[in-house]
C-alpha cells in the first residue's frame, strides 16, 4: 500500500421556505434566507473552520507530504459568500499553500447528468471557472453529485477534457476486485477512475462515534493499522467523505478533531504510506482494469444506486418537471430566472422525498428539514408549480 | 384461558372507534385460542357474535334483595346525565334520546327489586344509572361464570370490571380507547374522570391504544407506567380484498370528513381549510359525514362562509354507506384535536383513499404513508388537501405504500400482543396464590 487519497465533499444547499399553494402567483420568494443562513454560520462554527485549522496545521507541520482534496459545490460557494466569508477565505489560505486540489462538479449540485447532458455541461464548465477565479487552479478531476457514475456519464465528463473521476468502489461492480487500485472507464478507456474505498471511510463518516461498533472507539493506531494491512499490491486508499462528518454529523465531543489531526500524522511518522491527490495519481498510476458501468451507481445506501433521489413516484415526477422547462430557460436566457431552476435541481430536495428513509437507517432523517417525505413534495412542488408560472409568463411574452 | 370481557356497543350497533375495536379485538384473540365472554348493556338480535359468547346484560336477572348486593346497590346514585355528557352520540342516538324525553314520558325510576333491567344501551340521559347498573349486572355475571380475566372497555364498563374482580377475585384489565381529555379538552366532567381514576386504579394492568394515550394516563392520572402498555388497534382485511369504487356523479375532487362532529374530531378544522382551497380552486367538494353536538354550527359556519353549494353535509351514515363514501373520495382528512387512535384513516387507505391526519392523533404512531398536519394548522391542511388533488404523483405513491402498511397493521398482532398481557398476570396470581 503506498498511498492515501483524502476527499472531503462541502456541500449545502438552498432550502426552500414554507410555501403554500396559496402563495403560487402571489410571490415568488422561494429560499429560506433564515434557515440557510443559520445553518450555514453554524455549520461553519463546528465543521468548516475548526476542520480547516486542523488541516492548515498538518499542512504547516508536514509540508508536502500531507495533501488534501475537496469539491465544493457552486451552492455551497454561493452561500459561503452571503452568509460565511471568513469559511471562503479560509479555504483560500488552504488553497495557496500549493497542497490542496479542489475538483469540479455541478455548480448546483445537481443530477443533470442523469437528464440533460447540456445542462449538466453548462453547470460543470461553470463550476469550474468559479473554482479558477476563486482558488487560482483549473480542475482536471471531476467528481458528479452524490458520486453518481455511468458509462454514459463518463463520456461526457470525458468529452469536456477531465483526465481523472471519482465514483463509489460498489461491490456490485468491482466483484471480488480492490478498490484501491487505479480504473479506467469501459466506454471512455482514457479517463480514468478513482472508486471510494466505502469500508474505510465509512468508519470514519458513520461508524466513528457509533459506540455499539466492535471497533468503537476508532483510534488513529487502530485506524493506521488497517491501511497498513491493505493488499501489497494496492495503490491508494481513497477516502472520500462529506467534509460535515468533522464536527458536524461526529460532533466535537466524540473526539473526532483529534482523529483528523491523529491519523495523518500517525501515518506519517510511522509508515512510508503518503498522502496524495487525484491528479497526482492519475499522473502516476496506469489503470489496471476497465470498468463497465451502464446503469448509473452512486454512493448512497446499501444499493449504491440512485434510488434515494429517484426512487418513488413523486421524485420522478419533480424530478421530470424541474427539467420540462429547461428549452424556456435557454431561450429566455434570462441570469436570474437560470439561478433560480439551477438551485431548485439541488439533489436534496429530491432526497427529502425519499420514503426508503421509514426503513433505511437514520442517516436520511438527519439531513432532512422535513418530517416526511409527502411534506417534502407537496412543498417542492408548490414552489415549482409558481416557478413553472413564472418561466411560461417570460416565455410567452419572449415569442411576441 | 377464559376472559370476561365487558363493552359497551357491539356491531352492527356501534357509534364510533370503541364498538369497532372492542370487536376487532374480540376476534383476534378468539384465534389465539381463548374463550371470550362478551357483555353488552343491549343486544338487539341482529348481531354476529360468531364464536364469540355474547351476553345481553338486559336479560341478566339480578336479585336485588339479595343480601350480597344491598350494600353495592346503596352506593349507585341515579343522575340523570345532561347532554353534553353524552360525548359519543350519534344521531341514531340523537333520535332515541329526544322520543324517550317526548312530553309525558317520564324516565323510568329504578325499583330495587327489578330482575331483570332493560338498558337503554346506547348513551341516553340516564347514561349514568345505567353505568351503575350495568355493574350491578356485572357482578351477577361474575358470580354465575368462569373465567380467567377481566377485561374493561372504557369508563363506562370499569365499574362493571370492578365489581367483577371484586366478586372473583381475578386481574382486571382496563383498556383506554379514550379519556374525558379527548373527549371535552379542558371541559372536563369530574365525574366521569374520577370513573376513570378509579378503574385504572383497581386495574392490574392498562393497555391504552397509542404511546399519546398513555402518557395522559401517566401524566393526567398519575397512573405508574409499570402497568401502563401501549397496544395499537388495528384494521378489518377488506372481505373480498378489493375495495369499492364508486362512480361519481359530479365532475369534482371529492375530500371527506368523517366521524362525529365533535369538539374532539376538529370538525371546523376542516371547513377553514376547505375555505382556502376553495378561493383557489373553486372545483372541488368538501363532504363532512358524521353528526354531533357541533353540527349545526359547522352548517351555520359554512354558511357564513359562503360555500355551500360546493360543502356538504350528509349526517350518519350507516356501515355500507360509509364504504360508498369511502368509495368515492379522492383525500380522506381526519383533523381531530385529540385522537387516542383514529381507526378510519386506516379504513380509507384500505380503500384506497389517500389520507391527511392531525399529528394530534394515536394513529400517526403507527401510520408513515399519509399527510400529518397539526389540527390548528389550517394552512398546512389545505395545502395537503390541494396537493392531493393536483399532484398526482402524491396520491398515488401514498396510496400505493399506504396500502401495504394498513395491511401490516392487524388486530391479530394486537390480540397476541394482549394475550402476552393475560398470560402475565395469570402468572402473576398464581405465583401469589402458591407464594412463590
Redesign the interface.
Known amino acids: 500500500m503506498k498511498s492515501v487519497c483524502l476527499y472531503f465533499q462541502v456541500h449545502q444547499p438552498f432550502r426552500l421556505r414554507t410555501y403554500r399553494f396559496f402563495d403560487i402567483g402571489k410571490h415568488h420568494h422561494y429560499f429560506d434566507d433564515y434557515a440557510n443562513r443559520f445553518l450555514m454560520q453554524q455549520v461553519a462554527g463546528k465543521c468548516y473552520l475548526p476542520a480547516n485549522k486542523v488541516l492548515m496545521d498538518l499542512i504547516m507541520k508536514y509540508g508536502k507530504d500531507f495533501k488534501v482534496s475537496f469539491s465544493i459545490s457552486g451552492t455551497a460557494l454561493d452561500q459561503f459568500e452571503v452568509f460565511a466569508p471568513d469559511v471562503l477565505e479560509s479555504f483560500r489560505v488552504l488553497a495557496e499553500t500549493g497542497n490542496v486540489e479542489f475538483l469540479a462538479e455541478t455548480h448546483a449540485h445537481s443530477l443533470a447528468a442523469l437528464k440533460s447532458r447540456n445542462e449538466f455541461n453548462r453547470q460543470v464548465t461553470y463550476h469550474s471557472n468559479r473554482i479558477k477565479s476563486l482558488f487560482g487552479q483549473t480542475p482536471t478531476t471531476f467528481r458528479n453529485t452524490e458520486l453518481v457514475y455511468s458509462n454514459d456519464i463518463g463520456d461526457a465528463v470525458y468529452d469536456m477534457g477531465y483526465q481523472t473521476m471519482i465514483t463509489e468502489g460498489a461491490k456490485h461492480v468491482l466483484g471480488r476486485e480492490s478498490p484501491n487500485r487505479m480504473y479506467c472507464s469501459a466506454s471512455s478507456p482514457e479517463l480514468k477512475l478513482l472508486l471510494k474505498n466505502f469500508q474505510l471511510s465509512d468508519d470514519i463518516a458513520f461508524r466513528f462515534s457509533n459506540q455499539n461498533w466492535s471497533e468503537w472507539p476508532l483510534t488513529p493506531e487502530k485506524y493506521v493499522g488497517w491501511l497498513k494491512d491493505q493488499k501489497q499490491d494496492d495503490e491508494v486508499v481513497n477516502l472520500f467523505m462529506d467534509y460535515e462528518t468533522f464536527g458536524e454529523h461526529q460532533w466535537a465531543e466524540t473526539g473526532i478533531f483529534d482523529f483528523l489531526k491523529g491519523f495523518p500524522a500517525m501515518l506519517l511518522e510511522n509508515t512510508n504510506i503518503k498522502f496524495t491527490t487525484p491528479s497526482e495519481l492519475a499522473n502516476t498510476l496506469t489503470p489496471h482494469l476497465p470498468v463497465n458501468i451502464p446503469d448509473p451507481i452512486s454512493w448512497a445506501d446499501e444499493e449504491r444506486d440512485l434510488t434515494a433521489w429517484l426512487g418513488n413516484e413523486m421524485q420522478k415526477e419533480a424530478f421530470t418537471k424541474v427539467y420540462s422547462i429547461e428549452n424556456k430557460l435557454n431561450k429566455i436566457n434570462d441570469p436570474g430566472l437560470y439561478y433560480i431552476w439551477q438551485y431548485l435541481q439541488t439533489s436534496d430536495h429530491f432526497y427529502y422525498m425519499c420514503t426508503k428513509w421509514f426503513s433505511d437507517g437514520a442517516v436520511h432523517r438527519y439531513f432532512n428539514p422535513y418530517s416526511s417525505p409527502y411534506e417534502a413534495f407537496i412543498n417542492y412542488m408548490n414552489v415549482l408549480s409558481d416557478f413553472i408560472t413564472k418561466v411560461d409568463s417570460h416565455y410567452d411574452s419572449f415569442i411576441c | 384461558m377464559k376472559v370476561l370481557m365487558f363493552g359497551w356497543e357491539f356491531p352492527p350497533h356501534i357509534s364510533g372507534g370503541l364498538g369497532t375495536a372492542s370487536y376487532g379485538l374480540s376476534r383476534a384473540l378468539l384465534k389465539t385460542g381463548m374463550e371470550i365472554l362478551f357483555v353488552v348493556p343491549k343486544a338487539y338480535g341482529d348481531e354476529e357474535p360468531g364464536n364469540i359468547r355474547l351476553v345481553n346484560a338486559s336479560q341478566v336477572a339480578v336479585n336485588a334483595t339479595d343480601e350480597a348486593f344491598k350494600d353495592h346497590w346503596d352506593q349507585i346514585s341515579f343522575l340523570e346525565v345532561d347532554s353534553a355528557l353524552m360525548p359519543y352520540a350519534t344521531e341514531e342516538d340523537y333520535i332515541m334520546i329526544s322520543e324517550q324525553f317526548r312530553p309525558g314520558s317520564q324516565p323510568e325510576k329504578p325499583e330495587r327489586n327489578t330482575h331483570t333491567y332493560t338498558f337503554f344501551g346506547g348513551y341516553g340521559k340516564n347514561l349514568w344509572e345505567e353505568v351503575q347498573r350495568y355493574a350491578l349486572v356485572a357482578s351477577q355475571i361474575a358470580n354465575q361464570h368462569d373465567f380467567d380475566i377481566i377485561h374493561a372497555h372504557d369508563w363506562l364498563t370499569y365499574p362493571a370490571g370492578i365489581e367483577a374482580k371484586r366478586i372473583s377475585g381475578s386481574p382486571l384489565v382496563v383498556h383506554i380507547h379514550a379519556t374525558e381529555f379527548d373527549r371535552s379538552g379542558a371541559q372536563v366532567n369530574q365525574r366521569i374522570f374520577d370513573t376513570e381514576k378509579n378503574g385504572m386504579e383497581t386495574a392490574d394492568m392498562v393497555i391504552a391504544v397509542s404511546n399519546r394515550t398513555r402518557n395522559t394516563v401517566i401524566n393526567r392520572y398519575g397512573i405508574d407506567p409499570a402497568k401502563v402498555v401501549t397496544i395499537h388497534n388495528g384494521v378489518e382485511a377488506i372481505g373480498n380484498g378489493k375495495p369499492l369504487r364508486v362512480k361519481k356523479h359530479v365532475k369534482e375532487k371529492i375530500v371527506t370528513f368523517l366521524g362525529r362532529v365533535t369538539y374532539q374530531k376538529g370538525p371546523e378544522y376542516f371547513i377553514e381549510a376547505a375555505y382556502?382551497v376553495l378561493?383557489?380552486d373553486p372545483d372541488v367538494r368538501f363532504v363532512m359525514a358524521g353528526s354531533g353536538d357541533l353540527l349545526s354550527k359547522m352548517i351555520r359556519r359554512v354558511a357564513a362562509l359562503g360555500i355551500a353549494t360546493r360543502f356538504h353535509f350528509t349526517g350518519f351514515l350507516k356501515n355500507e354507506e360509509v364504504e360508498q363514501l369511502f368509495g368515492m373520495s379522492d383525500v380522506y382528512v381526519m383533523p381531530s384535536v385529540s385522537e387516542p387512535f383514529g381507526i378510519s384513516p386506516l379504513e380509507a387507505m384500505r380503500s384506497n383513499v389517500p389520507v391527511i391526519i392531525s399529528r394530534q392523533s394515536g394513529v400517526a404512531e403507527v401510520i408513515?404513508?399519509?399527510?400529518?398536519v397539526d389540527y390548528w394548522d389550517i394552512?398546512?391542511l389545505?395545502?395537503?388537501i390541494?396537493?392531493l388533488i393536483?399532484?398526482?404523483?402524491?396520491q398515488?405513491?401514498?396510496v400505493?405504500?399506504g396500502k401495504e402498511e394498513v395491511n401490516n397493521i392487524r388486530w391479530d398482532d394486537a390480540g397476541i400482543k394482549v394475550r402476552e398481557v393475560y398470560e402475565q398476570l395469570v402468572h402473576k396470581l398464581l405465583s401469589n396464590k402458591t407464594g412463590r
Open positions: 382556502k378561493q383557489k408513515n404513508h399519509a399527510v400529518k394552512d398546512a389545505a395545502d395537503a390541494h396537493a393536483h399532484y398526482p404523483s402524491l398515488n405513491t401514498s400505493g405504500f
